[in-house]
């Protein structure tokens, strides 16, 4: 009998230095592109010697492309801007886009586990010129190889990654 799922999900970061000032622009969040190994649900691992460990149980709440452009939306809107939507809701006029393109979300095993994250960012004016690019990354140590501790870090570093993210968007909108 095969066990369990066990379903981790992203958190949303919730504190932020003070915003110098809250953008007027509406601002629309595109679901972020990835390779098609990144476009999963599973809790992905690398390891430099030997084989990555295999989290068969587990899996994030829904595939990562989705889970990070909701968990995006709501940083922004935990920061205090809250004009800001997923592409697509109700015909929404964007001032702004941002596309964000995942390169990295593993647990690294050697020499020490540790949760990475890795991803680019465009923003991108109304006219369809990129106002500007910049590529975000965190890690944070993992207390050890298995899928609890696994998530525990690449939820670490996502926050950490999509909090400079939040900050880098509405300083240069």
Do not use: C
Not at 72 to 85: L, P, T
């Amino acid at each position: 009998e095969k066990a369990p799922t066990t379903i981790y999900d992203l958190h949303a970061p919730r504190t932020f230095p003070p915003l110098p000032k809250i953008p007027e622009a509406q601002l629309v969040v595109l679901e972020p592109t990835a390779i098609l190994m990144l476009d999963t649900q599973k809790i992905l691992a690398h390891a430099t010697v030997g084989e990555p460990p295999v989290f068969p149980d587990s899996q994030w709440s829904d595939s990562l492309p989705k889970l990070f452009q909701a968990r995006i939306v709501q940083s922004f809107e935990n920061a205090g801007y809250g004009r800001v939507d997923r592409e697509n809701m109700d015909g929404i006029e964007a001032d702004y886009k941002l596309s964000v393109d995942i390169r990295m979300f593993r647990l690294s095993v050697s020499p020490q586990p540790v949760g990475e994250a890795e991803f680019g960012a465009k923003l991108v004016d109304k006219d369809g010129r990129v106002v500007d690019t910049r590529i975000f990354r965190a890690q944070a140590p993992a207390k050890s190889a298995d899928a609890p501790a696994a998530a525990a870090a690449l939820d670490e570093a996502f926050g950490k990654a999509v909090t400079d993210l939040v900050l880098w968007t509405v300083g240069t909108i």
